[in-house]
């Protein structure tokens, strides 16, 4: 079975731009939560989503927004980006929308800005 | 009462020595602590998960030990190999919807050969 594809895997953009990053869940699952990943630093997170209803918010600013489609998979939106934005943005799906439930990660998308 | 507190940043440890990593938390509502590990330019692969109910959980070589009357946890690697070099982040969070896997900074684990 495929794991948790993300896409695409490495982005360089210039401060001011919009980015979105892609996620497809594992089969089955329902839930998609994003994180932010800066360099020598755990994930942090961002959104969950379940049922393509947002269930939580991480601290981030308004400039993150995302949303999940009736298939399932999601989108992370980033407006304005700014430098301190550069870091490894990881998708995680689980069957539930619930955080105590195992959470499978991808491999993430690189995002650097110029 | 959100963080996780990981220690120690950085390991050295010989092939067939035993690695330990060791996680402490604030939070009375976390019911599930996992362990992730992390090879550059990947993400996080889920190594071991373990719940309030038990005090040890081994897969493996890798073991969970869970006190929970000190909130702290801890990952033993046993005879541990050149492949396991990598950096293990533990993690915890509850059963409330919409709460978040909240992550360590991390250990770097290097296993001489």
């Known amino acids: 079975d495929a794991g948790v594809t993300q896409s695409p895997t490495h982005l360089i953009k210039t401060r001011g731009q919009h980015v979105t990053l892609r996620c497809s869940p594992i089969?089955?699952?329902?839930?998609v939560s994003w994180y932010q990943q800066v360099l020598g630093q755990g994930p942090q997170f961002i959104f969950q989503?379940?049922?393509?209803?947002?269930?939580g918010r991480g601290n981030f600013p308004d400039r993150f927004s995302a949303r999940q489609f009736p298939n399932y998979s999601s989108e992370l939106n980033v407006n304005a980006l700014l430098l301190g934005d550069s870091a490894l943005y990881l998708c995680?799906?689980?069957?539930?929308?619930?955080?105590?439930?195992?959470?499978?990660f991808g491999d993430g998308t690189r995002l650097s800005i110029l | 009462q959100q963080q996780v507190k990981q220690s120690p940043q950085s390991l050295i440890v010989q092939k067939g020595g035993i690695s330990i990593i060791n996680c402490a938390y604030e939070?009375?509502?976390?019911?599930?602590f996992p362990w992730y590990q992390q090879f550059p330019g990947k993400g996080p692969a889920l190594l071991i998960a373990?719940?309030?109910?038990?005090s040890e959980k081994k897969e493996g070589r890798f073991t969970i030990s869970f006190n929970k009357s000190a909130k702290q946890f801890s990952l033993h690697i046993m005879d541990s190999q050149p492949g396991d070099s990598a950096t293990y982040f533990c993690?915890?969070?509850?059963?409330?919807?919409?709460?978040?896997?909240?992550f360590g900074k991390g250990t770097t684990l290097s296993v001489s050969s």
């Open positions: 995680a799906s689980s069957r539930q929308g619930i955080s105590n439930q195992p959470q499978h």
């Open positions: 089969s089955g699952h329902k839930s």
């Open positions: 989503y379940y049922e393509k209803e947002e269930r």
């Open positions: 939070n009375t509502a976390f019911d599930y």
């Open positions: 373990i719940r309030p109910d038990v």
């Open positions: 993690a915890a969070s509850s059963n409330q919807a919409g709460t978040a896997l909240i």
